[in-house]
């Protein structure tokens, strides 16, 4: 293991069987242990959703890559104004927070580094790469509300939390929303 990793990025335009499987296994890796007691876990219930998020228009995933064997992977994409993303919010908050126009907020959907290569500052490149061009004005994601690690290193890298939010899918646990301004700068470096 090195920590010398290339960071390749895809979009909707390479949607292949290949790379599902790529995730997959990774996925399969990274949970194998919480997948043989929870459903939520489970690596078919993360394939339907993989198949969800690969199919939406703007998706967008930088995997990396140490040597030709893939460490770890981000993806999302833009949320649009029938997402569900914030059905589930339990936390109060104004009308506006969550108002959706399919260029307000990047969905950060999974972020998850291999055991070898944690602790090498994977996860924060792999993070940094997704949103280093995303045009949105600011980016959510959701953090296991009984990790507190996680989020105090979200919290590290400028993330604040929104509110408590219960995806409305079978057996999703308690998670904290957090939100990210995307700094300007990048905005209007694509949009040129």
């Not at 939520?40 to 998706?59: I, K, Q, Y």
């Not at 936390?91 to 998850?112: C, F, H, K, N, Q």
């Not at 929104?162 to 079978?170: A, E, N, T, Y």
């Amino acid at each position: 293991m090195t920590t010398d990793i290339e960071l390749r990025r895809y979009t909707t335009h390479h949607r292949t069987a290949q790379l599902r499987t790529l995730l997959l296994d990774v996925y399969a890796e990274v949970y194998a242990k919480e997948a043989q007691t929870d459903p939520f876990c489970a690596v078919d219930r993360f394939a339907e959703g993989l198949t969800s998020w690969m199919t939406h228009p703007n998706w967008t995933c930088v995997v990396g890559y140490d040597h030709g064997q893939p460490v770890g992977y981000a993806y999302g994409a833009p949320l649009y104004p029938a997402s569900g993303w914030w059905g589930g919010l339990l936390t109060d908050v104004p009308a506006g927070t969550i108002t959706e126009t399919g260029t307000r907020t990047y969905a950060l959907s999974e972020l998850m580094v291999r055991t070898p290569w944690r602790k090498t500052g994977t996860a924060r490149r792999l993070h940094d790469e997704l949103l280093s061009t995303r045009p949105e004005n600011r980016a959510t994601l959701l953090v296991l509300k009984d990790h507190p690690k996680v989020r105090a290193l979200y919290e590290s890298w400028g993330w604040q939390t929104l509110g408590d939010l219960r995806p409305r899918i079978p057996n999703a646990p308690l998670f904290h929303s957090m939100l990210l301004d995307l700094p300007p700068d990048h905005r209007t470096a694509v949009a040129i």
